[in-house]
């Protein structure tokens, strides 16, 4: 697939690695193309960076991986996204988030011509991104989206990047879920003293 990958820093880098070691197209959009977070990354042959518009035109796929703050912003810089999937990786933490929205993905889609907007690869930490093996277990991601088209692009590439598998939890009705477990995960992360190695994974009888 070809990829944007809008948001350079440890989710959108994470990711990015290890999609253009699948196989996958990269194309990295940064506002300044000399300087960016996330240059390490072009050391991968399946990577380039291009300026935001160059990199979306480019792509059947663009990942948001930018803070929440700025997620009106970064959505209205993308131009065209007539037929292409928007995977909104970001998190309105603390209150932090566009105005007027309880969740990004909502921003994303009234900012965009798409209606192709799903979430996923939020609801965990980076370094889960770049090994989501525990033992010989690797953890599951989710996707919420109305988009079918957007959610099976989501779950090829949550495999692809590593993890066990990925649930669709429903449609954008479910933006706010995917919300509340990145906060539930941080939570246990950050505050209760467990740590960034943790992960979940759905296990059945």
């Known amino acids: 697939m070809k990829i944007a990958v809008i948001g350079t820093g440890n989710v959108g880098g994470a990711l990015a690695t290890k999609w253009a070691n699948s196989g996958h197209t990269i194309y990295l959009g940064a506002n300044d193309l000399d300087s960016f977070k996330g240059k390490e990354l072009l050391k991968n042959q399946n990577t380039t960076v291009n300026t935001i518009a160059d990199a979306v035109a480019n792509s059947e796929i663009i990942l948001l991986a930018t803070p929440a703050t700025v997620a009106v912003e ?59 093996m525990y033992g010989s277990t690797a953890i599951d991601a989710f996707v919420a989206g109305d988009s079918e088209r957007g959610k099976s692009m989501a779950i090829a590439l949550a495999k692809d990047a590593g993890f066990g598998e990925c649930y669709d939890i429903g449609g954008n009705d479910k933006f706010q879920l995917m919300e509340q477990f990145a906060w539930f995960w941080i939570n246990l992360a950050m505050f209760k003293g467990q740590g960034r190695d943790i992960g979940f994974k759905l296990l059945k009888r």
């Open 74 to 132: 970064v959505t209205k810089s993308l131009g065209d996204t007539t037929g292409k999937v928007i995977i909104d990786a970001m998190n309105i933490i603390m209150g932090r988030g566009p105005t007027g929205y309880s969740n990004t993905a909502d921003a994303v889609l009234a900012n965009t011509p798409t209606a192709d907007v799903v979430k996923c690869f939020n609801t965990t930490g980076f370094n889960n991104m770049l090994n989501p």
